[in-house]
């Protein structure tokens, strides 16, 4: 009888503390992260600012919940008892005076560390301090942790990931677990129930299709990020997301290219995490990152990835099923001159063999929504004829009659 304890104990103790939180992100998660336009250049006012924009800017009406430091929040050394410590200058109110802040006006709050013993920018990392720091983030009342993987050394990522999952789930409050390896050790494979996304490529930076290199790694623009990997949406689903890094929209490329990488963002069931300084963001980028048609896409309950479907002549079409039967359906201009196009729908039928979905345009007819002029444009039974500027999109909705 007492070996029988025992092991019921140890099987218990396994079942309760090696696995992630579950219920948390069914649906890719919309939000801010400091990095792409502040680096480690952070603090307290900033962050309350961003998060009052949330608010005066109709975002949290939109969706976005998630407001996240990204590394430079501590400082340099931690203290006595080894706990971290929110950099005096910076936050000198702290992290939890911080959380309860964002958390007044409806938000979440999110932070960041490194599964290594420094994170990218110098400061103290994680590594033999999982689940101190995790009792920490807890008692912040912490939202949503980005874990970062510099200064790693001879670490196995996996081993290490889990590690913190297990810390965060022993401190017994709910975090989403954003892993952040940057897709080097093919995280699609064993993340599902470690976190709640990963990284699937190394660094986005804010534009279309180039790539800048940093000695040993390179950032990627939208469309090299795109590219990067063509056969990951199978691993992706309600609860575990291919993250393919925050969005560079506001950030210095034109309307149209942020319009192309929103809406792509979304047809990938990528998380949404905007990477701007809201509090000086223009109209026009406001009124793409607040698109509720083109978000709906993103927050589809089917949670399947979106696809490629065509790739000819610089103009790229995608689909993603969603649920009632409905198919979103993204044109991109890829070439530096206005396209016309004339799709003729009864030339063409298009399916998901992945989940089983089929669709016969010629038997079956849909309504089309477009869902950046929020406009209905007709239906399947006419041709779709339409003008689409350089790198610009066309974004669809397609309705069962």
Known sequence: MKKLVVVFLVLFSINTFSQKFEGLAETPP???????????????????????????????DAGYEYIVLDDGWM???????????????KFPSGMKALADYIHSKGLKFGIYNCAGSKTCGGYPGSRG???????LYASWDVDYLKYDWCNTEKLNAEGAYMTMRDALKKAGRPIVFSICEWGDNEPWKWAKDVGHSWRATGDIIN??????????????????IINLREDLRKFAGPGHWNDYDM????????????RSHFAMWSMLASPLIMGNDLRTASKETIKTLANKEVIAVNQDKLGIQGFRYSNENNFEI???????DAWAMTFVNMSDATKRI????????FGDD????????????????????????GDTASNLKAEIGSHDVLMLKLVKK
Request: proline share 2%; charged share 30%; net charge negative.
């Open 207 to 224: 534009c279309w299709d180039c790539e800048i290199g940093h000695g040993s790694w390179s950032s990627k623009g939208v469309w090299k």
């Open 318 to 324: 995608w689909l993603k099923p969603l649920e009632n």
């Open 30 to 60: 919309l939000g801010w992260n400091s990095w792409n336009t502040f680096a480690t250049d952070i603090n307290e006012e900033l962050v309350k600012g961003i998060a009052d924009k949330f608010i005066e800017l109709g975002l949290k």
């Open 129 to 135: 301090f999982e689940y101190q720091d995790a009792r």
């Open 247 to 258: 969005m560079e929209v506001g950030n210095g490329m034109t309307d149209a290219e942020d």
């Open 354 to 377: 992945l989940n089983g979905k089929w669709v016969d345009l010629k038997q079956q007819k849909f309504n089309i929504r477009d869902l950046y002029n929020h406009k209905n444009i």
């Open 75 to 89: 400082a340099k050394e931690r203290d006595a008892n080894g706990n971290l410590v929110a950099d005096p200058i």
């Open 342 to 349: 004339d799709f003729d729908w009864m030339k063409h039928g």
